[in-house]
């Protein structure tokens, strides 16, 4: 580029004027040259290279590209991209971003109409420019030129020449070609931010094949981390700062926040945590939009209606200005959305992200769905092994007991006349029906187990089989395992898996005989079966549940037992729900 220091304008002599103009249009034709020709990656240099040149052709102290936030479609914003300074002047940190339409009406609607103009200041700013005015002074201004930029005629910004320290004498004609200025270096902005989106979407392609690869072979029990990596993945390449997956919880009828993922940029303290929350009852203007299964796309705060009032709230409080939202679907069914925020700046959405975003979507409900269906297949083979492996413990227990073969018990069977007796099967029938837990006492040989017998096959449990047993016949080192089961390898022996008795009565009644024997140690596990319903087999740290009647039977003292603690006082009251003697 010419050096022009040796030719600042005065314009007031003829002779000078066409001089002037010349090597103003030769400035004109090497700039535009320039920028046309180098590579994007050198535009932004070149044209702050150019705003010396032309601040110092101009005889002004300062010159700068501002642009309008979302290249040109928010004009509430206004960013200093590009700027210069001439020697001993400081720069004003205050003008690198403002609300300038808020701020200054006046000098948006003269832009807005993309004009250029002079101010001599004060004396050309009209009444209604207070704002300006006062901005103006305060930055020390004698004289500005405005150059508005338009591409495709929409103003996207302006260049600004400053006169601080004196007021110089500028030609009109000079001025009036000076919105050529604008028009070139608008062209390479906009060139420079297609090159930009078209490195973008390239790199955009890459990260949806890396996703789509990811997710071939994930086991089920990975899917939902590696939804979270690949939002990192589009977040990192679209230079996001939050990624949400929404999904529609179809028995809830809501939509709800499930998979997330955070910038490392933001910090913890500014990182927002929505995961499981319920967008219905927390945003419902939300809601209401993603119930009409469309892209939802707010650029600026100022796109939400004035019934989104909570929505804004939110964007406010976490410092988020751009959102988007992206149906995904398999087949006829919506099954959620891609959701990407920006966190304290800006982002216009370009159209050709949005069907590749959906595809992103579909690879994650694919997976999703692929999760679901093996995590039910895997609960459907976990109940037919739980259900075989009490069939089978069902049968072993059987065929021990089918040698003691008999008529069922009924109280008709039961022979005795006396009135205690009556008394006794009165209480029989009367907690035959509920579920309520019985402690049998008596001497040994008095028909405990035929009244226990008698109280299952009258309770609504009498389908299934009555389980017997004798804590008094198990060996101590076996009657854990006995009770409530065993994994393979638990101890030295234990070859196979082993159902205990309360998983076979699942369902069923439950006969402890000679409980009093039970020892200590084990008290407090039945203790817990009789709380809550809840155990764990011997060597398996999962808990099992388990629906059982417990009937326990004793021909000992338990009050005397108690006293000498060999029995557990809160397990007697646990078993003495309804004492029959």
Same mark, same amino acid.
């Given at each position: ?320 200005? %751009?959102?988007?939202? /992206? ?5 006829? $069914? &919506? +099954?959620?959305?891609?959701? #990407?925020?920006?966190?304290? @700046? ?118 299934? %089989?009555?389980?017997? /047993? ?5 060996? $101590? &080192? +076996?009657?854990?395992?006995? #009770?409530?089961?065993?994994? @393979? ?93």
């Amino acid at each position: 580029m010419r050096d022009l220091d040796r030719h600042r304008p005065d314009f007031d002599g003829e002779d000078s004027d066409c001089a002037e103009r010349l090597r103003f249009e030769e400035f004109l034709c090497d700039l535009s040259t320039r920028l046309l020709n180098i590579p994007v990656t050198q535009i932004d240099g070149e044209i702050e290279r150019g705003l010396s040149k032309l601040g110092e052709f101009f005889g002004a102290d300062q010159a700068f590209v501002f642009q309008f936030g979302n290249l040109g479609r928010n004009k509430d914003k206004f960013f200093v991209t590009h700027g210069w300074f001439a020697q001993g002047i400081e720069p004003d940190r205050d003008k690198f971003e403002l609300q300038f339409s808020k701020q200054f009406p006046w000098f948006t609607k003269k832009i807005l109409d993309k004009k250029t103009f002079v101010i001599n200041i004060p004396d050309d700013l009209p009444a209604e420019a207070v704002s300006e005015l006062a901005y103006v002074r305060r930055l020390g201004l004698k004289k500005t030129l405005v150059v508005a930029m338009a591409v495709e005629n929409s103003v996207v910004g302006v260049v600004a020449l400053d006169a601080i320290r004196s007021r110089p004498t500028w030609s009109g004609k000079v001025i009036s070609r000076a919105r050529v200025i604008g028009e070139i270096l608008a062209n390479a902005l906009a060139r420079k931010n297609s090159q930009a989106q078209i490195q973008q979407l390239s790199a955009f392609e890459r990260v949806i094949s890396e996703i789509s690869s990811r997710f071939v072979g994930l086991s089920s029990n990975e899917v939902d981390k590696g939804i979270e990596e690949g939002l990192r993945l589009l977040g990192e390449c679209l230079g996001m700062d939050l990624g949400t997956v929404i999904l529609f919880d179809r028995p809830q009828q809501v939509f709800r926040v499930t998979h997330e993922w955070v910038s490392d940029k933001l910090g913890m303290d500014l990182s927002p945590k929505f995961r499981g929350l319920d967008i219905n009852e927390t945003y419902p203007w939300l809601a209401s939009q993603l119930g009409k299964k469309e892209i939802l796309r707010i650029e600026t705060l100022n796109d939400f209606p004035p019934e989104a009032a909570k929505e804004r709230e939110a964007c406010e409080r976490y410092g988020i200005e %751009s959102v988007l939202w /992206v149906p995904f679907s398999i087949g006829e $069914s &919506t +099954l959620g959305y891609v959701v #990407l925020n920006s966190i304290k @700046k800006e982002t216009k959405w370009s159209d050709e992200f949005f069907h590749r975003l959906q595809l992103v979507g579909e690879v994650f409900g694919n997976a999703l769905l692929r999760r679901d269906k093996d995590s039910k297949l895997e609960q459907a083979f976990q109940e037919i092994e739980t259900l075989k492996n009490r069939l089978d413990a069902e049968n072993v227990y059987l065929k021990e007991e089918i040698r003691q073969i008999q008529a069922p018990v009924q109280i008709e069977n039961i022979v005795g006349q006396s009135r205690a007796l009556q008394a006794v099967l009165k209480h029989v029938e009367d907690v035959a029906c509920t579920d309520a837990t019985v402690l049998l006492t008596g001497e040994t040989g008095t028909g405990k187990e035929v009244l226990a017998q008698a109280i299952h096959n009258l309770s609504p449990r009498k389908t299934r %089989s009555l389980v017997k /047993v004798n804590c008094a016949a198990l060996p $101590s &080192t +076996l009657v854990e395992s006995e #009770l409530f089961g065993r994994e @393979k390898g638990a101890y030295t022996g234990a070859l196979s898996r082993q159902m205990g008795r309360f998983e076979v009565a699942d369902g069923s009644t439950i006969f402890l005989d000679e409980i009093s024997e039970l020892p200590l140690e084990l008290q407090a596990k039945l203790l817990r079966v009789l709380q809550e319903g809840h155990f764990e087999r011997l060597g398996s740290p999962k808990t099992l549940k388990v629906d059982v009647r417990v009937i326990a039977a004793t021909n000992r003292d338990l009050l005397s037992a108690i006293r000498a603690g060999r029995f557990r006082e809160d397990l007697y009251y646990r078993l003495n729900v309804f004492p029959i003697c």
